[in-house]
């Protein structure tokens, strides 16, 4: 099955840096890949996906990237402010078939410091 | 619009105990899931239904979890006998899904906090 590896699993970053999250998939049938961020005692919320057809999608100061060759996609937040302090996790989606079925990364703890 | 609603939020009970935990998706969406979400893990599919039907339960363990969703909407998860490791938080999620193939957006609930002890 689907294996999604997620790097760092803590950062910390200064207010109005960017922070980077990392994931990586095994199954190169995959082809849908969201990022969720997850606030303390609070469900997963859904704040950007990509499809396997496009290399980059932005909403804002949010950009996830996809390298399909290398099977990596990433998170970008640019500028980020102390309400992006969450778990943030990426995942991605089996082959058809098996459609809806998300694997999950194991979550970057993003801390944004004054 | 109102989101995935799932009660209770949080469940004490000892081991051995049932325990049950309810789940009403987004209105109109056709696809249901329940998730396990261990500390500090991302969550794990237990199982999907579409519409009525459990279409993917591989990871459901069949001999103490059970699951229905009558009428397609509604969802209750449960577990007899609890067991100590079943401590985790579960999650109900929903999306509207239009095809055979490809992925859709799945949109989360608050969850359940379980704790065994």
């Known amino acids: 099955g689907e294996n999604v590896e997620q790097h760092p699993s803590t950062l910390s970053v200064q207010e109005g840096d960017s922070a980077v999250i990392k994931c990586t998939y095994s199954?190169?049938?995959?082809?849908?890949f969201p990022w969720y961020k997850q606030e303390l005692g609070k469900g997963p919320q859904l704040i950007i996906d990509?499809?396997?057809?496009?290399g980059e999608k932005k909403d804002q100061r949010i950009a996830v990237t996809l390298n399909k060759t290398a099977k990596h996609f990433s998170l970008h937040i640019t500028e980020t402010q102390p309400e992006d302090s969450a778990v943030y996790f990426c995942?991605?989606?089996?082959?058809?078939?098996?459609?809806?079925?998300?694997?999950f990364g194991t979550g970057t703890r993003l801390q944004v410091t004054l | 619009e109102a989101g995935v609603v799932q009660s209770p939020r949080y469940k004490i009970i000892e081991k051995k105990q049932p325990v049950a935990f309810w789940c009403n998706p987004i209105?109109?969406?056709?696809?249901l899931y329940w998730y396990r979400q261990n500390l500090g893990q991302g969550p794990e599919l237990l199982i999907r239904?579409?519409?009525?039907?459990?279409?993917?339960d591989s990871q459901l363990p069949k001999d103490r979890f059970s699951a229905e969703r009558l009428k397609g909407v509604d969802s209750t998860l449960k577990i007899q006998p609890a067991e100590l490791g079943d401590s985790a938080v579960y999650l109900c999620?929903?999306?509207?899904?239009?095809?055979?193939?490809?992925?859709?957006?799945?949109?989360f609930g608050p969850g359940t906090r379980l704790t065994v002890t």
């Open positions: 999620a929903s999306s509207l899904v239009r095809g055979t193939s490809g992925s859709y957006e799945q949109y």
């Open positions: 199954d190169s049938a995959s082809n849908y």
């Open positions: 990509i499809r396997s057809n496009v």
């Open positions: 995942a991605a989606s089996g082959p058809p078939g098996t459609a809806s079925k998300l694997t």
């Open positions: 209105s109109g969406h056709n696809t």
């Open positions: 239904y579409e519409n009525e039907e459990a279409v993917d």
